[in-house]
Nanobody
């Protein structure tokens, strides 16, 4: 089994930055894609962005383009979400997820980390 553990969440003021990490452990894991999702209070979980593991190609939802950046460390089996210019609408629980088959199907999910942005 594969475990994904997020870290790096917290409480920040609007305009600040945070970097989330997601480390994979357990059996040998060769992801096809690693993604970040978030769920704000009272809302459905939404896609934030993802990285194709083999090439490093990244893509994002429109609301975070230019502010968020996903990167990876192959040696550490870790994916990062650098979040800049945070605003109150970014407040949510952030989840990382990994898939081994294609860009769209995620097989493993982390437990989530809370990000709260105050005005």
């Amino acid at each position: 089994q594969v475990q994904l553990v997020e870290s790096g969440g917290g409480l920040v003021q609007a305009g600040a930055s945070l970097r989330l990490s997601c480390a994979a452990s357990g059996r040998t894991f060769s992801p096809y894609v690693m993604g970040w999702f978030r769920q704000a209070p009272g809302k459905q979980r939404e896609f934030v962005g993802a990285i194709k593991w083999s090439t490093g190609f990244t893509y994002y939802t429109d609301s975070v383009k230019g502010r968020f950046t996903i990167s990876r460390d192959n040696a550490k089996n870790t994916v990062y979400l650098q979040m800049n210019s945070l605003n109150t609408e970014d407040t949510a629980i952030y989840y990382c997820a990994g898939g081994e088959r294609n860009l769209y199907d995620y097989d493993y999910w982390g437990q989530g980390t809370q990000v709260t942005v105050s005005s």
